[in-house]
């Protein structure tokens, strides 16, 4: 193991899986100028534990257990204004990225990054600076364009994702089926699709709609 240097960076980790969890602090710890402060296996976990100065920057995984990473970092930021989040997945859909940056975190890395890009990220994030990998700025600033959905037009999409009929999603959640068309025509009209398998895909290729 490298000599750490005389203030290393402190890392907290938030990861539900404990063989990734483990590869990622071996990764940071054998950076000299880095060093692992805490481990947490979900947002509930991390939430409980956290006192402003535990760590220079948190790695937080989106997808968890019970709380999402999402709403784990609007309540780190709740707590903390100036905690420096990186979002750590293996996804990069849209949706995830804009909740996810909008939410507070600094950057967004994907798992399959290497480890010079990982260091490097938090080195950056750590000086104060907001890294996004070029790809991911992209999509995110894309993402940016497309008016948002109302609670109600989530709801329609994740039963049609689902299969449903326009029948079934009016019974499902107690509105007419006319409003169930109205709601689609306008979600087609938002996500710029034709139909309703054309929504369904871009639904989940857009992570809008995550399919478990």
Do not use: W
Not at 65 to 71: I, L
Not at 107 to 112: A, G
Not at 123 to 141: K, M, Q, S
């Amino acid at each position: 193991m490298k000599r750490k240097s005389a203030a290393p960076i402190s890392v907290l980790i938030v990861e539900d899986h404990p063989t990734f969890r483990m590869g990622l602090a071996a990764l940071i710890e054998s950076q000299a100028d880095m060093t692992v402060t805490a481990q947490f296996g979900s947002g509930e976990e991390v939430l409980a534990a956290y006192a402003r100065g535990i760590a220079s920057v948190i790695l937080m995984d989106l997808r968890l257990p019970g709380m999402g990473g999402v709403e784990a970092i609007i309540g780190l930021v709740a707590r903390d204004p100036g905690v420096r989040v990186i979002v750590l997945t293996t996804y990069e859909a849209d949706e995830d990225v804009f909740r996810a940056m909008q939410s507070g975190a600094k950057s967004y890395l994907l798992k399959d990054m290497s480890t010079e890009e990982i260091a490097g990220t938090i080195r950056a994030v750590h000086r104060g600076g907001t890294e996004i990998p070029p790809r991911i700025a992209e999509r995110l600033a894309a993402r940016a364009q497309r008016e948002d959905l109302t609670a109600r037009e989530r709801e329609v999409l994740q039963a049609l994702v689902r299969g449903r009929s326009n029948k079934e999603i009016g019974a499902q959640l107690c509105i007419a089926e006319e409003t169930v068309k109205s709601h689609l025509k306008t979600l087609f009209a938002k996500l710029k699709v034709r139909d309703r398998t054309d929504a369904a895909i871009s639904a989940v290729r857009q992570g809008i709609v995550h399919l478990e």
